[in-house]
């Protein structure tokens, strides 16, 4: 059984399309997190979530909403969606923040 | 702005050979995650080290946190094809938001 999944794997899309990046994990985490991975693989934290409450939002563009419907889930929309939007996101959860797991990621490209 | 600055960036070795990444900060982290990434995965935790001075082992990598808590290394003796790969190293500003800030990563190659 795969601990964190998230789907799709991989997003093709035009630029101004609206998309969903789906997470959910079952490991019975509080928190669950999103994060962006760019071309030069440098990994960013974008937001995250204990019990469904928002716990960090980072200076990301408002086109990003992340929404927790339970705390095994933590979906990442995505508005108006532009060339610079081109990256790998990864979902996370952790018990312990010492302790992250990591899905394998959704590969977005933006055309 | 929070910056963990991760050196070497790029490594390309014969096997046998040891190496050595390091993290480096101005920040004081509650904690310092290592981690490998393989092509088209996602980052697996290798080790946390909590305290300062801490020296973790696993198997052929040592892990080191600094006395003030602001950096750490990663050694590996006698590298091996497998030992391949994205590392990155990751601080946690807080244990109450579970911030983790990246290094920029180390890619590791190899050689047989």
């Known amino acids: 059984d795969t601990a964190v999944s998230q789907t799709p794997k991989y997003l093709v899309t035009q630029m101004g399309n609206d998309k969903s990046i789906k997470c959910e994990q079952n490991?019975?985490?509080?928190?669950m997190y999103w994060y962006k991975q760019d071309s030069k693989k440098f990994l960013k934290i974008m937001f995250s979530?204990?019990?469904?409450?928002?716990?960090i939002n980072e200076t990301v563009p408002n086109r990003f909403s992340p929404k927790s419907p339970d705390k095994a889930h933590l979906n990442l929309h995505i508005n108006s969606l532009e060339l610079g939007d081109s990256a790998v996101y990864f979902c996370?959860?952790?018990?312990?923040?010492?302790?992250?797991?990591f899905g394998a990621g959704t590969r977005l490209s933006v055309l | 702005t929070q910056l963990l600055e991760q050196s070497p960036q790029f490594l390309s070795i014969q096997e046998g050979e040891n190496l050595t990444v390091y993290c480096n900060s101005s920040?004081?982290?509650?904690?310092l995650q290592w981690y490998r990434q393989e092509p088209g995965e996602g980052p697996v935790l290798l080790v946390t080290?909590?305290?300062?001075?801490e020296v973790k082992k696993l198997k052929r990598l040592t892990f080191q946190f600094g006395d003030a808590r602001k950096d750490s290394s990663l050694h590996i003796t006698a590298a091996q094809p497998g030992d391949t790969g994205l590392y990155l190293c990751?601080?946690?500003?807080?244990?109450?938001?579970?911030?983790?800030?990246f290094g920029q990563g180390t890619t590791l190659q190899v050689k047989p």
């Open positions: 996370a959860s952790s018990q312990d923040p010492n302790i992250q797991y």
């Open positions: 490991l019975g985490h509080d928190t």
């Open positions: 979530y204990n019990n469904k409450e928002l716990i």
């Open positions: 920040s004081v982290f509650s904690s």
């Open positions: 080290v909590v305290t300062g001075g």
């Open positions: 990751a601080g946690l500003l807080s244990s109450n938001t579970g911030k983790l800030i």
